[in-house]
């Protein structure tokens, strides 16, 4: 089946680790997206790509790193410089139009 | 900065209609789309408005005025299972999300 896979869904990190989080997608879609999301909040926009090997910031990128070496992949590190990483974190990927984006389940991360 | 804002809580009754609205700051603008979040799930696509006026999906509808920057949800015939919060997103180079609008519906 044709989707997004993020992994793992629940995901505990001691406060001075790096954590990595995964986003799969074999939608063969360009964009990938990943955002944020507090209880109660929106969606925030920490990085984006557009495209293998070129990613952009987005508006809460600081403690944060991706990388997009594949099509498929778009992994987001959660640095030990991200203050407060407790939260939802989402992937998801857009076909060329923009029109429509795809979500994975999403992978809640706590600091313990 | 770009910015989507929308009232953060709305609550009707079943079989009523409900009207979610959104307003945006945003440049390199392609079109609007909302999307349905229930609670602990990942968001889902509902619609996409890239033409000003009205887009109609069995009871969701959205509209979109360019001009006035300016667009909404209507949800009609309220169903206990329409219990979401239900965010814009503007489409641009980028996806940038709306503050969200909590929806209850009460039998």
């Known amino acids: 089946d044709g989707g997004i ?8 990190r001691k406060e001075g680790q790096n954590v990595t989080l995964s986003c799969e997608q074999n939608l063969n879609h360009d964009a990938m997206y990943w955002y944020r999301q507090d209880p109660g909040q929106g969606l925030r926009l920490i990085y984006y790509s557009q495209i293998v090997n070129d990613f952009q910031k987005g508006d809460i990128a600081e403690g944060y790193s991706v990388s997009r070496e594949k099509k498929e992949s778009f992994p987001l590190t959660v640095t030990s410089a991200q203050k407060n990483p407790t939260a939802f974190y989402l992937c998801a990927t857009t ?3 923009y029109t429509e984006a795809f ?6 991360l706590t600091v313990v | 900065g770009q910015s989507l804002e ?3 809580e709305v609550t009707a009754v079943e079989g009523a209609i409900v009207q979610i609205n959104c307003t945006y700051q945003t440049s390199g603008f392609y079109g609007l789309s909302w999307y349905q979040q229930h609670d602990g799930g990942a968001p889902t696509f509902l619609s996409y408005n890239a033409l000003d006026g009205l887009e109609e999906t069995g009871r969701f509808s959205s509209f979109l005025s360019r001009s006035d920057s300016y667009g909404y949800l209507l949800l009609q015939e309220l169903q206990m299972k329409d219990s979401a919060s239900y965010f814009c997103a ?3 180079d980028k996806l ?3 503050t969200g609008t909590r929806l209850q519906v009460f039998p």
Do not use: D
């Open chain 2, 90 to 92: 503007a489409n641009t």
């Open chain 1, 5 to 12: 896979t993020q992994s793992p869904k629940y995901l505990f």
């Open chain 1, 103 to 108: 979500f994975g389940q999403g992978t809640r």
């Open chain 1, 95 to 97: 076909g060329e139009v």
């Open chain 2, 96 to 98: 940038i999300f709306g």
């Open chain 2, 6 to 8: 929308q009232p953060s």
